[in-house]
């Protein structure tokens, strides 16, 4: 038996596809962090910045609404 020889389309066609297969994880995985920073700012971040909205008001220094420290997470 000839052992037959590895052609070098086959080696190509393998590294494009593991090339693919990572571009798919890469995407995968940026729109799961994405997502878990648009999940954070609706649950954490907005509710917290109109407490301090609505705490600013009730204290008399509505002028100053829109300059709110910014939070850090």
Same mark, same amino acid.
Request: with cysteine.
């Given at each position: 038996?000839?052992?037959?020889? &590895?052609?070098?389309?086959?080696?190509?066609?393998?590294?494009?596809?593991?090339?693919? !297969?990572?571009?798919?994880? &890469?995407?995968?995985?940026g729109t799961f962090l994405l997502g878990v920073r648009v999940y954070? !700012?609706?649950t954490v971040i907005r509710p917290e910045r109109q407490r301090?909205?609505?705490?600013?008001?009730?204290?008399g220094r509505h002028d100053n609404v829109d300059k709110a420290p910014e939070l850090k997470y």
């Amino acid at each position: 038996m000839k052992k037959e020889r &590895v052609n070098r389309i086959s080696i190509l066609d393998k590294l494009h596809r593991g090339a693919v !297969y990572a571009c798919i994880g &890469v995407t995968a995985y940026g729109t799961f962090l994405l997502g878990v920073r648009v999940y954070r !700012y609706f649950t954490v971040i907005r509710p917290e910045r109109q407490r301090q909205e609505l705490k600013m008001i009730e204290e008399g220094r509505h002028d100053n609404v829109d300059k709110a420290p910014e939070l850090k997470y």
